[in-house]
């Protein structure tokens, strides 16, 4: 069984602020969990490099993002695919 007491959960107010509802010593030792931000699928399609990959992140039409890590072969095949059905495309 889970533990869900006070002492083992997150919580949105930073340290040593008053919670309503919960008594200050319960929440004694708990850590802070960072506000979370709404992601939504709005922005353009990017592609950065990192250490030893590229990671191309795009919007997904119900929010989010996938986000897929590529090494240089890979990126070069999907730009292969990509370039091909573009071309079935242009054909119609």
């Not at 240089?72 to 095949?77: D, I, S, V």
């Given at each position: 069984m889970r533990d869900t007491s006070p002492s083992h959960?997150?919580?949105p107010w930073p340290t040593g602020q008053q919670v309503p509802g919960v008594p200050e010593s319960?929440?004694?030792?708990?850590?802070?969990?960072?506000?979370?931000?709404p992601?939504?699928?709005d922005g353009p399609m990017e592609v950065t490099k990192e250490a030893?990959?590229?990671?191309?992140?795009?919007?997904?039409?119900?929010?989010?993002?996938?986000v897929v890590e590529l090494n240089?072969?890979?990126?070069?095949?999907l730009g292969?695919?990509?370039?091909?059905?573009?071309?079935?495309?242009?054909?119609r």
């Open positions: 959960a997150c919580h319960a929440l004694k030792g708990v850590s802070t969990m960072a506000a979370m931000k992601r939504t699928g030893r990959s590229l990671v191309m992140r795009i919007p997904l039409e119900g929010g989010g993002r996938l240089g072969e890979e990126a070069t095949n292969n695919a990509l370039h091909s059905a573009a071309a079935l495309l242009v054909k």
